[in-house]
């Protein structure tokens, strides 16, 4: 059974601050990673997709990497701003349409 | 393409009331399911499709029904609502078995008093 955790839980930084938010999954048979965010009491948006094929991919300020073979992925967030604040979530996507979530990483942003 | 539409947005129903959720995505998306997200728990399955005429329960199946008579449409019905129910619910769905790619909708946010 999949089991996908991120680390930490929590973060705050100081704007202007790299951060790395971490997510870890057991199987590694994925075909593919999602990073989303969520503002409080909103849907969640979609950031990036990583199919299993791939190593990492980029939007802006964000990159996001997989390492299948030591099931991590990580999300790379370049000059963070207060605006970045949310909770992240990791979800893998595996065979037979499931999809495993992570618990997500609150993060914020201070001015 | 509006992608995933979930309705309502915010309900507020009395213990024992009951209501359907609705969710549509115009995307000819083969898989479809629902989740309810509480605070501490994350996101956990309700129920799925995995096309029309298909369902089958996720992990918390309990006081929840669904159909799927159209590939487009995925209700979920709250037969006799229970202040266990009261959580934010995001339907999802993804384009077949081997895409996994999954859309979400904007969420409804219920609560039963």
């Known amino acids: 059974k999949q089991e996908v955790t991120q680390i930490p839980a929590a973060l705050s930084v100081p704007e202007g601050e790299n951060l790395v938010l971490n997510c870890s999954f057991t199987?590694?048979?994925?075909?593919?990673l999602q990073w989303f965010r969520q503002d409080p009491g909103k849907g969640l948006t979609s950031l990036l997709l990583i199919q299993s094929s791939q190593r990492e991919q980029t939007s802006g300020r964000l990159n996001a990497s997989l390492d299948k073979s030591s099931g991590r992925s990580t999300l790379y967030i370049a000059a963070s701003q207060p605006g970045d604040s949310a909770t992240y979530l990791c979800?893998?996507?595996?065979?037979?349409?499931?999809?495993?979530f992570g618990k997500g990483t609150l993060l914020t942003v201070n001015p | 393409n509006a992608g995933v539409t979930q309705t309502p947005k915010f309900q507020v129903l009395k213990t024992g009331q009951s209501m359907t959720l609705q969710c549509a995505q115009d995307?000819?998306?083969?898989?479809m399911s629902w989740y309810r997200q509480d605070p501490g728990m994350g996101l956990r399955l309700i129920h799925y499709?995995?096309?029309?005429?298909?369902?089958d329960q996720g992990e918390v199946p309990n006081g929840y029904n669904v159909s799927r008579s159209t590939t487009e449409d995925f209700p979920l019905r709250l037969l006799s609502a229970a202040p266990s129910q009261t959580s934010v619910y995001f339907c999802?769905?993804?384009?077949?078995?081997?895409?996994?790619?999954?859309?979400f909708g904007q969420g409804t946010r219920l609560t039963v008093v």
């Open positions: 199987d590694s048979a994925i075909y593919n």
């Open positions: 995307m000819n998306h083969e898989y």
């Open positions: 999802a769905s993804s384009i077949n078995r081997r895409n996994t790619e999954a859309f």
């Open positions: 499709s995995v096309g029309a005429g298909i369902t």
């Open positions: 979800i893998s996507g595996g065979s037979n349409y499931k999809l495993t």
